[in-house]
């Protein structure tokens, strides 16, 4: 049995709780929000995942200390916009080595770092992981099967955090691509904003398909230009993790998209989601990271464009099919 802090009590955060507790490990969820917590120590359930019944030896606190002492792991369960103000909180507290897994998926506007580059730079004693792949809570606080990825600098700490979530309903691989891994989860938030205004509008299947395999080309070829791997595009955090992320109902990006499609401004979407929607935050830092490695990210850049220049859903997808001619395989050669 390991002790385990789950760093705050949203919705991912408390599936992944549940979800360790049934491996047997100890769980202690900690938030900063007073309010949160005190819903979850009162209801043993979280508004979002109805259904999900939390269990009575569950600790539940908003102590710094009683979150990160003597933890074996913690996971960085809060939204991409608090990582650095919670990393930093939290950074005397850390001993030499703990070790951090991030389960939220961005990338910081200003310094346009990964997360996990985040965390290390306010806790640079800590030994820092990531976890990522087609997982939506709703799904894995109901136990249902989930495949993953958890990347790391080294195979042991990997391993480790691999050995602590692998269950029956949870499979878990290793990757050392941890910068892939994190770049796949963050930017396929924004192609699914592009897919969600694609349902709004009323599009078909034809065009959600058209974003899917666009929009993984646009993340393969950023992050490979970033050091990324191929292989971890084409796989749980890029391709699989894109997939579920622009297809289901329970992706709070998608449903933005959809809202925004149907007329509302990004920041009407956000308020009727009622979640934080990434996809919006890592836009802007995903076209600043297009200029710096001056790559094409059309799909994206149609989205920025919507989000925050006032620019038509209709016209963003009138631009993207009348774009110049292009062929799909680029360095192929013709028999003549």
Not at 15 to 28: D, P, Q, R
Request: charged content about 20%.
């Amino acid at each position: 049995m390991a002790k385990i802090g789950i760093l705050g009590g949203g919705s991912w955060g408390i599936a992944l709780a549940v979800l360790l507790h049934n491996n047997g490990h100890e769980i202690t969820v900690w938030s900063a929000l007073e309010t949160e917590i005190r819903m979850l120590q009162e209801k043993h359930e979280h508004n979002m995942l109805p259904g999900v019944t939390l269990p009575e030896d569950m600790y539940f606190t908003t102590e710094d200390r009683e979150a990160v002492a003597g933890k074996d792991l913690l996971v960085m369960a809060v939204a991409s916009s608090y990582t650095r103000s919670t990393a930093n909180r939290l950074a005397g507290l850390i001993e030499p080595g703990q070790k951090i897994v991030n389960v939220a998926k961005g990338i910081e506007e200003k310094s346009l770092k990964t997360l996990s580059d985040v965390i290390k730079e306010e806790i640079p004693q800590a030994d820092v992981a990531a976890l990522s792949g087609p997982s939506h809570a709703e799904e894995v606080g109901r136990g249902l099967p989930t495949t993953v990825v958890v990347g790391a600098k080294t195979r042991s700490t990997a391993e480790f955090i691999q050995n602590l979530f692998m269950s029956p309903v949870f499979r878990v691989y290793t990757s050392p691509d941890l910068l892939g891994i994190e770049l796949g989860g963050a930017l396929k938030n924004v192609v699914a904003l592009a897919a969600g205004i694609a349902d709004g509008l009323g599009y078909g299947d034809n065009a959600k398909a058209a974003l899917i395999t666009r929009g993984i080309a646009e993340i393969s070829r950023l992050g490979a230009a970033m050091g990324g791997k191929q292989e971890t595009f084409n796989g749980l955090a890029g391709i699989g993790d894109l997939i579920v992320t622009c297809a289901s109902m329970h992706s709070r990006n998608r449903r933005a998209g959809i809202l925004i499609g149907q007329g509302k401004t990004y920041q009407e979407a956000m308020d009727e989601v009622q979640m934080v929607v990434e996809g919006v935050y890592s836009a802007k830092a995903a076209m600043k990271l297009a200029e710096k490695y001056r790559i094409q990210l059309p799909i994206i850049e149609q989205v920025n464009q919507v989000l925050f220049e006032g620019k038509s859903p209709a016209e963003g997808v009138k631009e993207l099919m009348l774009r110049d001619k292009k062929s799909e395989l680029s360095g192929a050669q013709w028999d003549e």
